[in-house]
């Protein structure tokens, strides 16, 4: 998993590039991860047609929330690619464009409820995997109610799965956002 290049907004081009080289550099398969609210640079959906055609560029993280973009992509990348969203708010949309997962951040607090989804939304079955993203709509919310991860360390820890530790620049939730994601995962019957 290979993020956009930040900070210095490259041209098209210039993405183009860093991927090919990256690519060339290694033998393992790569996934092109477009996350333009973190990194300010996003990768033009031709600009990823040109890279699905390199051999070892096998798919891509689309964290964009524009999940029309990925009916674009299938139309220029005419081959097995993996597509997955990186955004749980609109995966469910991004699965019915043909998405083929996701790599999310909701699934280290409700794995299950996760696995869940993802098989429903694989059969088709919208109206099941509906019912299951307004259970955890509300927890996709909350993990980023604050800088990531610290909320999801949070609830994780809430869970019995870690402590809440984060390291700097991150800091620990604060005290209003824990109240909401207790609230939060109380709701979506997470708490035991």
Known sequence: LSVVPYYNKPTQEGIYRHFAAI????DIPIIVYNVPGRT???IAVETLARLAKIANIVGTKDATGDVARLSREREDIQKDFAWLSGDDG???GYMAHGGRGAISVTSNIAPRLCADFQDACLKGEFAKARVIQD??????DVLFVEASPAPTKYAASLLGLCSDEVRLPIVPATEAARVKIKDVLAKAKLLG
Do not use: E, M
Request: charged letters at 10%; zero cysteines; glycine letters at 6%.
């Open 23 to 26: 690519a060339d550099a290694v």
């Open 40 to 42: 300010v640079a996003s």
């Open 90 to 92: 609109s995966v469910l």
């Open 135 to 140: 259970r955890l709509i509300g927890v996709h």
